[in-house]
């Protein structure tokens, strides 16, 4: 008789002797044994996978029988005393939190239970098996309700050798037909196992993965998924390079504690960790402090790629985010969950330390955005596709705006491509027959080189006489209303008149009108709107609710109250808690209502 052999005969007396002393503690644990496989019933493959790493495996096969039976055998590390004991002992397991090994619950195993009547084990140089009916005549029991399926041992034999491990399982009648199809993501950020090769009586499929310190490939189906990695602290972030990685992927992302979870972060990429997760090891507790770190670091890591030409994923990663879904929602929801403390914690490490490069709100050939920024950018965030998405991004990482009229100047002028002089000279011909903008000599000139047609009519309005770009403090806000043909222009100058530092971005759609600074040198974003009467609602559309949220510089309101020269200034802060406000669905805007009492009047 073995070594291994005389402990699992052993390890079964102490288990019936157990058994004998406390008969209703057997009877909870197969009641907890149902409820635990219930709850993983889903995750067989995972959970046994995850054992096959944690053994050292490199090959994991798995043969579907016609009968009815599958085999699940890895060429990992024999099993010794200690992991036949983890497998029978409830919650028991040889593996720790946080070191080398994936599992550390001991119950992964124990999803067995969901789909098996009968389990047997073989590795080294013995068998024996998990069965119901014959661990209740080793007890005595007459209902086999009142046993756990894995808790004794029985049909102890010892057998050639066999390296690893082997399980054949005979399922249940209502176990279903197959274990489903496998998750090549479940292989990313596994250690050891590179193959995974499922048999069936009608078919064979096989997932390798190559692993590198900066890149996995994962094979299935006869394609690749190619997958960059970044490394921050205590996360690991996937970042698909192609099709077929981003189709795995999905465009919201998926979170995984070493093997996939249910969770979306909300950008593109996989991200991985020691967080902790629910019993059913589907979802991770984002308030723990192991899966907030995670998601930070995680953010870190995505931060820097953003920030930084030089990183390998820095164009693939723009291409990404500004192809995938507005993020606004995620940020703004009233639960917490993984995206929103991922997506917040990249917001603020943006914001923390700001790229080199800055949004442009006119589109950009790739030639210009060479010229314009020759530390480099990304070509992604200036495309015509990708206006939309960028002014999200600009908003909610705290992108700064490029200065377009700069671009007017020579050299630089002369330097950019013909497509982007004309849209410069359509911006600014908008900003003078829109808003009344005096042009300088220079925005003039890329005017004039637009088609006669269109040149010349702004020409001939640019060059009307103007009000003094500053309003005189003196004048009161209804003067300077009847100068200025919308609200925008009137309040900017109104306010630049008493200190601030503001300008017009009201046609570059970027959910606010005007954006600079207060007296006091603090950045502000300004939404303007016109009422008629102090008890006048108005309202923020859901879009405008979820910049004021997530902007980088304090969001305020300007509200012009009345009209012409009867016409006052009053400034808001929409974010203040008591402040009443109503969501209503006529388009699900925002609506402000007795807001006067919070507002300042500016004299």
Known sequence: ?????????????????????????????????????????????????????????????????PDGTFSWSNDGRVMDGADIESLCRSASSTKTRGDASIGYRGIGFKSLAAVASKIEVRSGDVTFSFDKALAAELLREQALDSVPLIRIPVGIEQTPWLGGASFTVTRTPDAGDGLGEL??????????????????????????IERAHDRVVVRSSGSDADFAILREGAATVAVPMNTRALALTSVRGRLACFLPL?????????????????????????ADESTTRVLRDAARAIAYALRNPGTSTFE??????????DIRSLLVSATGSASQVLLSSLRDEMMEHRPSFKYSSVVLEEKDVSTIFPGGAPAALYSAANQAAARTFKAVLGLETLDLSALADEPVASQLSEQLRTRLGKHFQDLARVHGRSLTPTEQALVELLPAQESQSVTSEVV????????????????????????????????????????????????????????????VNIEVKKVDSLDARFALTNNEMSLMLNSSAPYLLAIVVGSERHSKLMILDPSRPELSRERVCRRWDWEFTDWGRFAVMVD
């Not at 960790?273 to 629910?278: A, F, V």
């Not at 693939?316 to 879904?325: N, P, V």
């Not at 806000?477 to 309040?491: D, F, K, S």
């Open 1 to 65: 008789m073995s070594a291994t052999d005389l402990f699992l005969h052993q390890l079964q007396d102490t288990l019936i002797d157990e058994h004998l002393q406390a008969p209703g503690l057997f009877r909870e644990i197969a009641r907890m044994e149902g409820l635990l496989a219930e709850t993983y019933r889903n995750r067989v493959p995972y959970e046994l996978l995850q054992n096959s790493d944690d053994a050292g495996s490199s090959t994991v096969t798995v043969v579907e029988s």
């Open 183 to 208: 998750d090549p993501i479940s292989l990313l950020f596994l250690r050891n196992v590179r193959t995974v090769l499922v048999r069936s009586r009608d078919d064979e499929m096989q997932v390798s």
């Open 262 to 286: 249910n969770d979306e972060v909300g950008l593109p990429v996989v991200i991985s960790g020691d967080m902790l997760t629910d019993p059913s090891r589907t979802h991770a507790v984002v």
């Open 316 to 325: 693939r990663l723009w291409e990404l985010i500004l192809q995938g879904e």
């Open 464 to 523: 009307v006489s103007r009000p003094s770009a500053l309003a005189s403090a003196t004048n009161s806000m209804g003067a300077v209303m009847t100068q200025w043909r919308t609200a925008e222009v009137a309040t900017m100058q109104y306010l630049n008149g008493r200190g601030w530092s503001l300008r017009d971005v009201s046609t570059q759609n970027v959910g606010y009108d005007l954006e600079g600074a207060d007296p006091s040198g603090q950045r």
